[in-house]
């Protein structure tokens, strides 16, 4: 028997941990029987002893009569583990709500929602809270340790998804839904490091909520190995859950209440849902919104290949070469094109002056393997989560390249600054029908590249003078810019890049344009310019807060879908034309196939010729390209929208309202309507894949892609495959 001295603090812990009797008062205790009465991970332990002194010594400080004066205070993790363990699965439940709590605040805060703060989180405080009465009660019911494990796994699920929707949140200002894991499914080396980098822009968010989440794994796999069977007082216990149960029914009853009073912007709305219930939903639910297996096993459009075309010349062919720059990432609003008093890109806005504008051009979908299919082919993407159009075929679609190829002799090349497995680049760029492809994988200078996508763009110039003069043949090319891409990089020749946000981001714009001046530049020493027409345009934009979110995914706002295009065509086109009637990414195939000569108008497309008549009642239709996404169709200067996150058709006044503030929701019947149109639009987007379910085939000598279903996926190979 041994006797030491406690406090009162000390001595009420000790009540806690049931393992000391008390004699004479309430400053002593005796410590006696100790071995037995261990909690079950002790006995594993050597000695059991030096357990119990460590317990004592070290986090109650506690002096023992038999060492003196000697006092230690150190962490003891044995005695933490032996609190939280037996309801490890509450501990986890009770930290995902706190986390998400927490985050959503800090978002409200960061955006001026103060406001909407609890009309968002009462969703979460249901869902959570309600999961955690449930494992309470069947732990309560079925104290077995494989009970317990499962009770551990699930919360550990919650918990893990809590972390992630998180960190999405912050980054992009919309919560996390399974779709995500479709863009890391289809190239997971490159989603990794665009993790990476993103965790690097966040890193407060990093140390505060992975450092604990480090900790938390190694607790959970401690638990699962030897689970403690939690010991239940049942009053308190039954009086926890009733205190749960009446937040469940609190946050219940208020929550449609509190909704139908906060803020209609789709920002928003984004957020009065729980995570982790709409990402169980959208597995169950029958939502029409929703594409599955089915539609696309049904689907009835066909893409036509190059032979299945032949256009008309509509006069005689006109001998001019053909360059389109594509510009990633790009926003309108952030060129001067927009904002003619600002210096950023000064040779856009020299070029339009040269030829043709399209103040009001938008993307068809939000992704850049989906917008390279529209602008080149005249034909809407497939609106799915896919990148079907890059899965290898056996012949190429018909398009410009196949098209001036074909009719008028001209010899083709694709070149992009960005790495070329990136979305399994080299098979698209087949299936677009061009001879040659280049990428920054063909530099063989790591030094040269910027970040995990781009590269110095500058460094294109030579290769492309040399491919213009290996042959007198007319050709077209097309340039695919990436430095506007996230990360956000510059060379260091250029300058030094700025430390984040939005001015590294407007530093790449700036840089490009000065790239687009020197091709062109290029052009004229060739004595080329006067001959080739000269298009430069955006794939889509890319969104820095302007209403809330970040990103280019799963965002309907202008700052996503409106991108600048222009081009010079000398003699063709008259200097200083705007085209101010909403125009697609698909109109560009055929506006620039009218201008070569051919009759574009007789011709299948989804796209019209935008300098010709475009008519008054167009709808131009657009989409994001995971599920969830919001799409529509602008029509004149209104825009109409369908959200699939609360099922709601809004209006926007673009003319009066061009930043879209005052979101406008239709009343039923027109909202039925147009939502169908919209549906319908998106579902007959999808195109059959006249292909093998899986294969892989060799590209431009040196790219192996296979594909399996509608995904795919390149590797390069140093030397040239047989």
């Given amino acids: 028997m041994a006797i030491y001295v406690l406090n009162a603090r000390n001595l009420l812990i000790l009540q806690i941990l049931e393992h000391v009797k008390f004699v004479e008062g ?32 070290s986090i109650m400080g506690i002096e023992l009569s038999r060492f003196g004066s000697r006092l230690k205070r150190v962490f003891s993790i044995p005695l933490l583990y032996s609190l939280l363990s037996p309801r490890a699965y509450t501990v986890m439940m009770f930290s995902a709500i706190f986390l998400t709590l927490t985050v959503k605040f800090f978002h409200s805060y960061r955006t001026g ?45 919650v918990c893990a998804w809590s972390v992630i929707n998180a960190g999405w949140l912050i980054r992009s200002g919309m919560q996390f839904l399974p779709t995500v894991f479709v863009s890391l499914y289809l190239n997971t080396l490159t989603s990794l490091i665009t993790i990476v980098a993103n965790v690097k822009e966040m890193q407060i968010f990093a140390v505060v909520v992975f450092g604990p989440v480090t900790v938390a794994i190694v607790f959970l ?72 297996r089915n539609d696309l096993a049904n689907a009835k459009r066909n893409i036509p290949t190059f032979d299945q075309v032949q256009i008309s010349l509509k006069s005689e062919p006109k ?51 989906k917008a390279l299919f529209g602008l080149l082919t005249g034909r809407f993407p497939s609106a799915f989560p896919d990148i079907a159009e890059a899965v290898p075929v056996d012949k190429p679609y018909a398009s410009i390249a196949t098209i001036i190829k074909d009719q008028l002799d001209f010899r083709t090349a694709f070149f992009q600054s960005a790495k070329g497995n990136f979305e399994s680049r080299p098979s698209l760029v087949y299936n ?64 030094t890049p700025f430390a984040k946000g939005i001015e590294r981001y407007r530093q790449t714009i700036s840089y490009t344009d000065k790239f687009i001046a ?98 008054d009642d167009r709808k131009v239709y657009f989409s994001g390209w995971l599920q969830e996404s919001p799409a529509g169709f602008v029509l004149a200067n209104r825009k109409f929208l369908y959200n699939p996150t609360d099922k709601v058709v809004s209006m926007y006044d673009l003319s009066a309202d061009p930043y879209e503030l005052i979101r406008i929701e239709l009343p039923g019947p027109q909202a039925q309507r147009i939502a169908s149109e919209i549906i319908t639009w ?23 892609c296979r594909w399996i279903n509608r995904l795919a996926w390149a590797k390069r190979y140093p030397e040239a495959i047989d």
């Fill in 113 to 157: 929602m103060i406001n909407e703060y609890f009309g968002w989180i009462l969703s979460d405080v249901a869902v959570l809270l309600g999961i955690e009465v449930i494992l309470a009660l069947v732990c309560f019911c079925w104290p077995r340790s494989w009970v317990i494990r499962i009770a551990c796994v699930v919360a550990a699920i």
């Fill in 518 to 615: 020197a091709l062109s530049n290029e052009l004229a020493e060739l004595n080329l310019a006067d001959k080739t027409i000269f298009c430069v345009v955006g794939d889509h934009g890319e969104a820095f807060g302007e209403h809330g979110l970040h990103g280019h995914q799963r965002i309907a706002f202008d700052e996503l879908l409106r991108i600048p295009c222009i081009m010079r065509a000398p003699s063709l086109v008259e200097p200083k034309t705007r085209v101010t009637e909403a125009v697609s990414s698909v109109d560009l195939a055929p506006t620039l196939l009218a201008l070569l000569g051919f009759d574009a108008d007789a011709a299948d497309f989804d796209g019209i010729n935008a300098l010709g008549q475009v008519p």
């Fill in 682 to 704: 998106r579902k007959n987007s999808i195109f059959q894949l006249n292909q093998e379910r899986a294969g892989r085939k060799i590209f431009f000598d040196s790219w192996q």
């Fill in 221 to 292: 796999f401690f638990v699962l190995a030897k689970p403690l069977p939690p010991r239940y007082n049942r009053k308190p216990f039954i009086a926890r859950i009733i205190v749960c149960i009446m937040f469940i029914l609190i946050a219940v009853m208020s929550r449609s209440a509190l909704a139908r009073r906060g803020s209609p912007s789709i920002a928003s709305a984004g957020l009065h849902y729980n995570s982790q219930l709409r990402g169980i939903k959208n597995f169950f639910s029958a939502d029409p919104w929703r594409l599955t």
């Fill in 26 to 57: 309430e400053q002593a205790v005796v410590l006696s029987g100790c071995a037995p009465a261990m909690p079950a991970y002790c006995k594993s332990v050597n000695i059991v002893e030096k357990i119990c002194r460590s317990i004592f010594i």
């Fill in 319 to 369: 001998n001019y070469n053909l360059v389109i720059i594509v510009l990633e990432g790009v926003q309108y609003r952030q060129t001067s094109l927009w904002d003619r008093k600002s210096n950023l890109t000064p040779y856009l806005v020299d070029l339009a002056s040269q030829g043709a504008e399209f103040t009001n051009f938008r993307c068809s979908l939000t992704h850049t393997t």
């Fill in 432 to 495: 677009l029908g061009f001879d040659k492809y280049w990428s920054r994988d063909d530099l063989d200078d790591p030094t040269a590249f910027l970040g995990y996508l781009s590269s110095d763009e500058f460094l294109m110039l030579k290769p492309i003078a040399e491919w213009i003069k290996s042959d007198e043949k007319p050709f077209f090319l097309t340039v695919l810019c990436s430095a506007t891409h996230d990360p956000y990089e510059v060379p260091e020749w250029y300058a």
